[in-house]
């Protein structure tokens, strides 16, 4: 198992002992708060806590019991609006509701 893998759980089960103290729309303080935890713990640039936190978030938010980097890899779709600087977790489901509305096409429906 790699070493991220390692933060990546670690980072899951964060996010599942701290989610309650954020209302829904403040996501972005609960990865701030877990990437600086990654960077202490694990010595992982900002960017690479950053990320790993924001793919926990979206297992967390996905309800999965257990960590599935293939799926968060593959079907989950992370989009930061850079306005508001707020993170979106996006399954395929979801993109497949919305797409129409945007005049978007999917190419694997």
Do not use: W
């Not at 992982?44 to 999965?64: F, M, N, P």
């Amino acid at each position: 198992m790699s070493y991220d893998y390692f933060a990546f759980c670690t980072a899951i089960s964060f996010i599942r002992n701290h989610i309650g103290q954020f209302l829904a729309g403040r996501e972005e303080k609960l990865i701030a708060l877990c990437a600086d935890s990654l960077k202490i713990q694990y010595d992982l640039t900002a960017r690479s806590a950053e990320r790993i936190s924001i793919r926990a978030l979206g297992e967390v938010q996905a309800g999965r019991k257990t960590p599935n980097l293939e799926i968060a890899d593959g079907q989950v779709v992370y989009v930061r609006d850079p306005e508001k600087r707020e993170i979106y977790a996006l399954t395929a489901s979801m993109l497949r509701r919305i797409a129409p509305k945007y005049g978007v096409t999917l190419q694997h429906p």
